[in-house]
């Protein structure tokens, strides 16, 4: 799906990977579920492109379901994973921290559980090699992405701010569809390790004045970074 002329998605609401399009090649931000990779074939072929044109691949944090096809990437094809290093072990395997139990209603999680199974949820591919990716840095990869730190959700999870898309990709730092709940709009994700935090976090994506706030789960959101960080802040009050 194209969102914009350097900017398209695949997967959907409830998993998202983003691609930014450049002269220079393609940038992937995420890696979804391992079975989106025919999805990720067909969309660079709509876009005239082929794997040989994806330069890199940004993490934002270690979780399984923001790895999918990376490993395949890497592994096959050469391409670099780009990762904080305070998840880099995340991506390859290492434990989660427990955290709290969660909202949740029975139909949404339960389509968010088979549409992980559907695309290959429980055949993840964990990363054997990464980049490090650091907070402030801007990577030498197409759309020049820059790393903002956003801990909270996990200790390495990071937003990446692509200025030629006018978009701020944050993987988990918020959602705008609840997975396990079904709620759609601006709202703090689940699973995160620590929600204080990752509310907190939040205000470094505001310097960016982005248009577009990316999401890993639920609609792509387009009225403005900072209308979308005071409905995270509001929802967590509420």
Do not use: C
Not at 122 to 132: K, M, N, P
Not at 172 to 187: A, E, I, N
């Amino acid at each position: 799906m194209k969102l914009g002329p350097h900017l398209h998605r695949i997967g959907n609401d409830i998993v998202a990977v983003y691609l930014v399009d450049t002269p220079e090649g393609v940038t992937v931000i995420d890696a979804g579920l391992a079975g989106l990779w025919k999805e990720l074939l067909a969309e660079l072929s709509s876009m005239g492109r082929t794997l040989a044109d994806v330069k890199g691949v940004i993490l934002t944090h270690g979780d399984s379901d923001h790895l999918g096809f990376a490993e395949r990437l890497r592994r096959d094809h050469g391409v670099p994973v780009y990762v904080h290093p305070g998840d880099a072990d995340r991506a390859k395997g290492g434990a989660k921290p427990a955290t709290a139990r969660q909202s949740m209603k029975l139909g949404a999680t339960l389509g968010f559980a088979a549409y992980s199974l559907r695309k290959g949820g429980v055949r993840t591919t964990y990363l054997t090699e990464t980049v490090d990716a650091h907070d402030g840095e801007t990577l030498d990869l197409p759309g020049a992405p820059r790393i903002i730190g956003l801990p909270g959700h996990s200790a390495g999870s990071i937003a990446i701010h692509v200025p030629i898309a006018d978009a701020v990709f944050v993987g988990d730092g918020l959602t705008t569809r609840h997975v396990l709940t079904g709620t759609t709009g601006p709202q703090p994700a689940p699973f995160t390790d620590e929600p204080e935090q990752a509310i907190a976090s939040l205000r470094a994506l505001l310097p960016t004045g982005a248009t577009w706030v990316l999401p890993g789960h639920g609609t792509p959101w387009n009225a403005g970074v900072a209308a979308a960080v005071a409905a995270v802040e509001e929802a967590a009050r509420s």
